[in-house]
């Protein structure tokens, strides 16, 4: 029989996962949180292509 994986941690699991945005600095939280709604821009407003001549003499 295979053994069938757990998506829900359970309350021991839980408990021993640690903290890791308490044990960061203010300064290693914030270069997270800019590089976070950098890539969030990205994904929302991507850079627009350039149009070409002939598109524009329309």
Request: glycine fraction near 4%.
């Amino acid at each position: 029989m295979l053994k069938q994986l757990n998506f829900w941690p359970t309350k021991e699991e839980s408990t021993q996962t640690p903290e890791i945005w308490q044990t960061l600095n203010h300064e290693q939280q914030q270069q997270i949180t800019v590089a976070l709604a950098g890539l969030i821009r990205k994904i929302v407003c991507p850079k627009k292509e350039k149009p070409t001549r002939g598109a524009s003499n329309e």
